[in-house]
């Protein structure tokens, strides 16, 4: 059981999705699940797998997982103990509707998916980009329609590599299969390619209510000018997309710190991402004054 559940929520989190594990950590007296039960629910749907003992502990477990997964944008973790009995006292217990008469503690840990990032492009730029995101331990796959650049060789920690053509790349994949990319950054060597690029992601991201967020739906960035953007987009406007999707695209990525080098823009682009991820705004200083 235990090791079906580590594997449920580690196959939850490669799918970019927010995994609350709760764990029986000890009990006592008589109760309904016993020390290492574990189960584990995810977002956005409370999908779950796993029990830590059925009847009202589950069900009161199962609630504040949903809270936990709702509220909480950043890992987090508390400790619950709950006394079986609805008339247990001590102000380190929760008392439940219950006639067991023992009492259990659990732990509950919510995990954060880290990025995985889709370069789209296996240039200059990217190849410095996968050497920055080697070192801060983030997981990244490769697309470039030449072989040579999306090789083992160039991308030897890549989780996937490919050099399929733009049009059979998006044949072969869907909305919730591109929802295991945090970021989706459009680096071709060709503008035409990322256009194309950029226009097949809208296609397939082109509801209304849909969030390029990194977690409701990949983020979106693309590397170029001002004017190549003013191309692109009045191109993706003649094709029906929306302002209120195409002005959630990020172009140029990046923050705006002068780089010029791929090495420059790979520190950009990483800061960038790490600021959405950790939901910190960059222009603020990162301490404080009191």
Request: charged fraction near 20%; hydrophobic fraction near 40%.
């Amino acid at each position: 059981m235990t090791a079906r559940v580590l594997q449920w929520a580690l196959a939850q989190l490669h799918e970019q999705r927010k995994v609350v594990l709760v764990t029986v950590l000890n009990t006592s007296g008589s109760v309904p699940g016993k020390t290492g039960a574990r189960l584990a629910m995810s977002s956005p749907d409370g999908q779950w797998e796993g029990t830590v003992g059925g009847a009202g502990l589950e069900h009161k477990i199962l609630d504040r997982c949903r809270t936990l997964l709702k509220e909480t944008s950043s890992p987090a973790a508390e400790v619950i103990t709950y006394g079986l009995n609805k008339g247990a006292k001590g102000y380190e217990v929760q008392p439940l509707d219950s006639l067991c008469g023992g009492r259990v503690t659990l732990s509950l840990e919510v995990m954060i998916p880290m990025p995985h990032i889709f370069i789209m492009g296996g240039g200059h730029c990217g190849q410095a980009l996968s050497t920055l995101l080697d070192q801060v331990g983030w997981s990244y796959s490769v697309h470039d329609t030449r072989p040579e650049f999306a090789s083992v060789d160039v991308y030897p920690n890549a989780v996937q590599r490919t050099s399929a053509g733009i049009d059979g790349l998006f044949a072969n994949e869907s909305p919730a299969s591109m929802n295991r990319f945090s970021d989706i950054l459009l680096l071709g060597h060709d503008w035409s390619e990322d256009q194309h690029r950029l226009l097949g992601l809208l296609n397939m991201f082109n509801q209304d209510d849909v969030l390029l967020d990194g977690e409701n739906a990949p983020r979106i960035g693309v590397i170029g000018s001002r004017s190549k953007w003013q191309a692109f987009r009045k191109e993706c406007e003649s094709q029906g997309h929306s302002e209120r999707l195409l002005d959630q695209v990020i172009c140029p990525i990046g923050l705006n710190i002068g780089a010029e080098s791929p090495e420059e823009i790979a520190v950009a682009v990483v800061a960038q991402i790490m600021s959405s991820f950790k939901k910190k705004d960059p222009s603020q200083p990162s301490w404080r004054q009191d």
